[in-house]
Structures are given as C-alpha cells and as structure tokens.
C-alpha cells in the first residue's frame, strides 16, 4: 500500500476505529517521507487539540509542540491526533470526552489507555508511527492491549514543549508502532535538549550500536494477580528469551506494591493544579453568566465541561495537596518513589533489564469497564507504575496471544538513558517473533 493509499481510506478507517479525534483533509501525501500521528494533548497548529477534554473544544494551538516540529522537519506528515482519556485520565481511554477508539482485534473491546486512539492508529494503520505520553503507563498498556510495540523514554529525554501537562514530575513522550525498528528511527528524532522546556535533560545522546541483552530479572511480585492467560503467554516468552541466550533470575522488589498508591498521590496532586487554569478565561469554553462572582463562573464552566474522572482527581489532588496534609501524603510518595529508583538501579547492577508483563489481563469488553469501580481500573496499572515513578525508559513488546486471539505484552525497563538495550532486545525479538496484524477491513 503507497502512502496515498492510506491517506484516502483514512476517514473510513477512522469512520470504524475511532482512533482520530482531528484528522488532515488532505488525501494526498505530497512529498512526505513517512505519515504519523499523536496523541491529541501535543499541541500542533494545523489541528484542534483537546487532550480529550470538551473544557478545551475548539482549541486551536498556534504553535507546533516540540517533538511534532522534529517529525514534520524529518519529513514526517501529521495525519491526526489520537482519542484518549481525557487529560491523560484512565486505562482504557474510555474515559474520552470525545470518541472512544476501538481495540483493532476485536471492536467490542478496549485499546487500553491512555494514549488508546495512537496504540490504535499504530494497529492498524500499515507503516505508520504515532507519539503518545505516558505518566503512569499510557503507552505500554494500550501497545499491549493493541499488539505493538511502545517505547516510553527516560524522563526529560523528549522536550515537553507542547504538551498539555498531567503531571509534570512524570509526563514523558515516547514511540507507539509495529515495527521495533521504528521505535529507534523515530526517538533519535524527537530526543534532546530543549531550551523551552526546563525539565528536557542535557543528555548522553541514543547509542544506536547493537548492545546484546545478556540477563532479566523477573521480579515476584509482577507475577502475581495475572490472568491465567497472561501468566501462561508469558511463561512461554521467558522461555523463548533463555532460548535466544538470556539469562532470567527471579527477584523480590517489595516495594513495587507501594508504586501504585505512591502513584496516585503524585499524579492526582500535581494533576489537580495543571487543571486549574481551565476555567474558562484564558482557556476552556468562555461562556455562562458572566456577571456572576468569577468563582461562581469558573464553576459553572468547570461543571459543564469536565469529565467525572477529572473531577475525581481534581478532589484526590486537592486533598492530597491540603495544607496540614501534604506531608502525609505527597512528601510520604515522593520517598517511596526514591525508594522503588533504589531498588531498580540495585537490581539493575546485576541484570540489563527488569522484566514483568505489561498489563496483568489482556484488552477487557467495554462491557466489563463499565462494571468496574474507579480503584478497580487504578489497580490495573501496577505493573506499569513502577518504572514511570522511576522516570526510567522501558518498552512493551508484543509476546503473544490469549485464546480469544487479543494480544498478551511484555514490559522491559532497563536504567536511565539505556534505551539502546531495550532497542537490541526488541529487533531481536521481533526477527523471531510472530506477530499478528489485526484484520483490516473498511
Ligand atoms: N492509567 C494511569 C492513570 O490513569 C496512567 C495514565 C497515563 O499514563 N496517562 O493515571
């Protein structure tokens, strides 16, 4: 398929999979080298931007975020921005203010979250490669979820000029596509410092040379609480990595159940002061009473155009922010994040990477979400929590399939700025692994 193919059977594509909240008009690829997409909270200034949200309906940037400028100047061109949870919100990207992308390999179920509709796009768009942002987990689950490959960088590797913040201290851009080679090709692109982001890190640049993955540490606690699907698919991954010379050992990392309430500080605190400056002045919809007392306005604006979930975290930031209450709490996380990077760099003296599955069920029915309470779908993040925490880069990689056909992924984290090892591990991965596309049909 040429890329003007792909270009004219984009709006039915998206028409079934829902993977696009803008999309280009364009049906031709002009002098493009390659297409991509993004996720809709990296601002570019040919398209709305949402993040998922109705608050900012109608935005239109007037800018490019740093790593779009660096994919359009490589010859990249921009097809769409990516349905999500809004804000970055959720595991499933159900939680969208706008449409919900379809899991390619079964409609009925879920692409994972929060970067759903770029895990999607990637899917099921041949050659193609989209940007997602991960706090908490949001490119590994839905890579997972839709059987590719995601890379998820060291944090401060990509510069966050342009994206729409959920958490400062753990918003990090990564890679989303089927090919593993890709996930080199394109980060070296977006990679480096930026003087417009204070947290984009001076940085060793990518070493692209191959670098064998020699030892993984499982650790005990990422195997538990799997499906049994996913416990047994991922048995046979081990064995398939010590048959191509991988040494595995099984660990303790106790402190990777704390990750997870750890998480939900962090996140919901620094969450809940990004979203107040939608209030529907400088931006979120301007309208309602305007002679009402400006907090009795910004809260009708609040009210109308956020999602239950934002506004759950909104509450869980604010109270985890209170005063009197930030020590217990917030400062409490940020030590047990110190505590889960100690235990990382400690197990990663002795082994190139840590190794777990990505997500412990493979892609659930829309209908089994909706059963779900809010703890139920943060629980889900347990093993993709821990290296975000730690800012360290890791990968998922596709690893097989459950009985319903839905693919099973595995997690890879290796130390700071040692993305090369995770790229050496995947092409050799991917040279042997048989990896099934969906079926496309529009
Ligand atoms: N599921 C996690 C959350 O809801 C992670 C999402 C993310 O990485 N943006 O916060």
Redesign the pocket.
């Known amino acids: 398929m040429t890329m003007n193919d792909t270009m004219k059977d984009l709006k039915a594509i998206n028409a079934k999979y829902l993977m696009f909240h803008a999309m280009t008009d364009d049906t031709d690829a002009g002098d493009a080298k390659f297409l991509f997409s993004t996720k809709d909270n990296l601002t570019s200034n040919d398209m709305e931007t949402c993040a998922g949200s109705r608050i900012l309906e109608g935005y239109r940037p007037a800018f490019d975020a740093d790593c779009i400028a660096k994919l359009r100047k490589a010859g990249g061109k921009l097809v769409g921005k990516c349905n999500m ?1 809004e ?5 499933f990207s159900t ?1 969208s203010g706008f449409e919900i992308p379809r899991n390619p390999f079964d409609l009925e179920r879920a692409c994972g ?3 759903g509709g770029s895990a999607c796009a990637a899917s099921v768009i041949e050659d193609h490669v989209s940007l997602g ?7 590994s ?1 839905p890579a997972s979820f839709c059987g590719v490959y995601g890379l998820t960088p060291t944090y401060g590797r990509v510069s966050r000029f342009g994206l729409i913040d ?2 400062n201290s ?2 990090k851009i990564g890679v989303i596509s089927q090919k593993a080679t890709d996930l080199k090709k394109y980060m070296t692109v977006i990679a480096g410092k930026d003087e417009r982001d204070p947290t984009s890190m001076v940085q060793p640049e990518f070493r692209t040379a191959y670098r064998k993955m020699k030892s993984v540490a499982v650790p005990k606690e990422g195997i538990e609480g799997l499906s049994k699907e996913v416990e047994a698919t991922f048995k046979k991954a081990l064995e398939q990595l010590i048959a191509m010379g991988v040494d595995v050992d099984y660990v303790d990392m106790p402190s990777l159940k704390y990750a997870m309430p750890a ?2 500080v962090l ?1 919901t605190s620094e ?1 809940s002061t990004n979203l107040a400056r939608y209030v529907g002045m400088r931006y979120g919809h301007q309208e309602g009473d305007h002679s009402l007392k400006f907090d009795d306005y910004f809260t009708s604006v609040r009210s109308k155009y956020f999602g239950d ?1 934002a506004k759950r ?1 909104i509450l869980l930031g604010t109270f985890t922010r209170m005063a009197g209450f930030g020590g217990r709490h917030y400062a409490k996380a940020r030590e047990v994040r110190q505590v889960i990077i100690k235990d990382y760099k400690s197990i990663l003296e002795t082994h190139d990477a840590v190794l777990a599955p990505t997500m412990p069920f493979t892609a659930p029915r829309f209908d089994e979400i909706s059963k779900m309470s809010a703890l139920d ?2 629980k ?2 347990y093993l ?2 821990p290296a ?1 925490i730690a800012g360290i880069p890791h990968m998922s990689v596709p690893c097989g399939y459950d009985s319903n056909g839905m693919p099973v992924g595995m997690q890879f984290v290796a130390d700071h700025w040692n993305e090369d090892i995770l790229f050496s591990i995947a092409e050799d991965w991917e040279k042997q692994f048989d990896l099934r596309r969906p079926e496309v049909s529009i």
């Not at 804000?87 to 595991?91: I, K, N, Q, R």
């Not at 942002?133 to 490119?139: A, K, L």
């Open positions: 949870d804000f970055g919100f959720g595991t939680n979250g929060s970067s942002v991960s706090t908490g987990g949001s490119i689950c959920y958490g753990l918003d998480y939900y996140a969450a979930e975290r779908s943060y889900a993040d993709t929590v975000n």
